[in-house]
């Protein structure tokens, strides 16, 4: 059982160059998470997907896109990479529901240069 | 808006001793609340949860929470520490409100790392 997986796990960019993370459940889950963790921030919402389709900012979404073309997949684009970019993303997906639990991935440490 | 705030970077524990890492929340509707551990270079594991009834919540590990709706808190708490407990805690807040802008966000803290010493 898979649960969560992202790809990759690392990954260096030039600043301006663009990529793609990619999130994938194998759980059949409604709700789906893109979070960066950077120290002494905690992790902090980017951008959340309710259902297939739909996509909605968190609390740090600027200089991020995403897409929910497909219930599994959550992708996480950037589109010019900044410095400021550098840290670790985690993927999350829960049942419907508030009262759910959420699943994490491994996370993807991510380093612009 | 929903936040949560935990106000200790770092909890030193003698193994044995009892333990409390501090998590309070605000937000709008009913407060869904939750607590992770997170272990070096891993992802993060679910602790336990509190949605609605019993005040006291069990989880995995031995932890436990307690909520109180009047000081808007959420404390996890162990009555023994181990030393394989020594990990960065995360609580985490759900809003319920539906007519909210935040309905289904799912909010955490900085995270507080627990040091257990032997």
């Known amino acids: 059982n898979a649960g969560v997986t992202q790809t990759p796990k690392f990954r260096v960019l030039k600043t301006g160059q663009s990529m793609t993370l990619l999130c994938a459940q194998d759980m059949n889950h409604e709700y789906m998470y893109w979070y960066r963790q950077d120290p002494g921030m905690g992790l902090r919402l980017i951008h959340y997907s309710v259902g297939e389709g739909t996509t909605a900012k968190g609390e740090v979404p600027d200089g991020y896109n995403v897409s929910r073309l497909k219930k599994q997949n959550f992708l996480l684009g950037l589109e010019s990479a900044a410095p400021s970019q550098t840290s670790v993303y985690f993927c999350?997906?829960?049942?419907?529901?508030?009262?759910?639990?959420?699943?994490f991935g491994q996370g993807t440490r991510l380093t612009v240069v | 808006a929903q936040s949560v705030a935990q106000p200790e970077d770092q909890v030193n524990v003698a193994e044995g001793n009892p333990l409390t890492v501090k998590c309070t929340y605000s937000?709008?509707?009913?407060?869904?609340l939750f607590w992770y551990v997170q272990y070096p270079n891993r992802g993060l594991q679910f602790l336990l949860k509190?949605?609605?009834?019993?005040?006291l919540v069990k989880g995995s590990y031995g932890f436990e929470a307690e909520f109180n709706k009047s000081q808007t808190s959420f404390h996890l708490k162990k009555p023994s520490a181990l030393v394989s407990d020594s990990a960065l805690y995360f609580c985490?807040?759900?809003?319920?409100?539906?007519?909210?802008?935040?309905?289904?966000?799912?909010?955490f803290g900085a995270g507080t790392r627990l040091a257990v010493h032997p």
């Open positions: 999350a997906s829960s049942y419907q529901g508030v009262g759910t639990e959420a699943f």
């Open positions: 937000v709008s509707g009913n407060p869904y």
């Open positions: 985490a807040v759900r809003n319920g409100d539906r007519t909210s802008g935040g309905y289904n966000k799912l909010i």
């Open positions: 509190y949605i609605t009834g019993d005040n």
